[in-house]
């Protein structure tokens, strides 16, 4: 893993049906992708990070 693994740009768009919607960026520049919600995004960095913590079933 490098040192900018951890490190994103969070550009927030607009905020519709109380959440946040935008773009997530990471900051080697290899990957940007678009959020619909904050939940999402932080599903993404989750991702990104390759966290070993279990996922909750709904």
């Not at 080697?28 to 678009?34: K, S």
Request: charged letters at 30%.
């Amino acid at each position: 893993m490098n040192n900018d693994s951890g490190t994103f740009i969070v550009q927030v768009l607009y905020r519709r049906n109380g959440t946040w919607q935008g773009v997530l960026k990471w900051t080697d520049g290899r990957r940007e992708q678009q959020f619909r919600s904050a939940f999402e995004m932080l599903k993404l960095m989750d991702e990104a990070l390759g966290s070993d913590i279990p996922e909750v079933e709904d």
